[in-house]
């Protein structure tokens, strides 16, 4: 169990349009999800945290009416990169957080697989 | 089962001590290996890479064996600030998606 997935992927786009990536945990309830990006041989940076019902908080240094996030229920959140521009091609991952008796009594990330995102 | 497995401990080892952990994949066509470091609630980060010749970084050693499709780290001379959770990670494909491991907790204790 605890299986996160993304959609799209892939998605390659130009300069000007939005594009939006979707997270979702496949088998179980997440009030949390974060949002990362990757850049080439780098690790993670925190974008955001997302809670079920309640705004994202935002990371210092990234723009939350660019980087829009929603999450709009306990499976899924979403993260809209708006106007995007060559420079916001990353790779863009989600987790979920699993909290309680399920994660045994602490609390678990389980991380989708990523969405490269390439604009033109 | 999981594409990528991990032992979630925790593993209490005194401070001092050599602890390994392993993680064992399921795609024969896995192409690259990872080693992410995770404190609490902070963003993974990148421990090392895992080379097929094995490779090794200070107190860190990792090894990879393609044939038992498994993934090892070796910390040696363990500190207490190597308590942290450690995420095995996976690339299958040319998209480089990333396939993680759940994660072992290690506690290092005084």
């Known amino acids: 169990g605890a299986v996160v997935s993304q959609h799209p992927s892939r998605v390659i786009c130009k300069s000007g349009t939005s594009v939006k990536i979707e997270c979702r945990s496949l088998?179980?309830?997440?009030?949390?999800m974060f949002w990362y990006r990757q850049f080439p041989k780098q690790s993670l940076m925190l974008m955001a945290t997302?809670?079920?019902?309640?705004?994202?908080?935002?990371e210092q240094g990234v723009e939350k009416d660019k980087f829009l996030i929603n999450h709009a229920s306990l499976t899924l959140s979403t993260l809209t990169v708006t106007s995007a521009h060559p420079e916001d091609s990353s790779f863009y991952i989600c987790?979920?957080?699993?909290?309680?008796?399920?994660?045994?009594?602490?609390?678990?990330?389980?991380f989708g697989p990523g969405t490269r995102l390439l604009v033109l | 089962r999981k594409e990528v497995e991990q032992d979630p401990g925790p593993f209490n080892v005194p401070e001092g001590a050599t602890v390994a952990f392993n993680c064992t994949y399921s795609?024969?066509?896995?192409?690259?290996f990872f080693w992410y470091r995770q404190d609490c609630r902070k963003e993974p980060k990148l421990l090392m890479s895992?080379?097929?010749?094995?490779n090794e970084d200070g107190r860190f050693t990792a090894q990879l064996n393609r044939a038992s499709q498994y993934i090892s780290l070796l910390i040696r001379d363990s500190k207490l600030s190597d308590s942290a959770t450690y995420l095995c990670?996976?690339?299958?494909?040319?998209?480089?998606?990333?396939?993680w491991g759940a994660g072992t907790k290690l506690i290092i204790k005084p």
């Open positions: 987790s979920a957080s699993l909290a309680g008796v399920a994660s045994g009594g602490g609390e678990t990330q389980y």
């Open positions: 997302s809670n079920e019902g309640s705004k994202a908080t935002y």
């Open positions: 795609n024969s066509a896995s192409q690259s």
């Open positions: 895992v080379y097929s010749s094995g």
């Open positions: 088998d179980f309830q997440a009030t949390t």
């Open positions: 990670v996976v690339t299958v494909d040319s998209n480089y998606q990333l396939i």
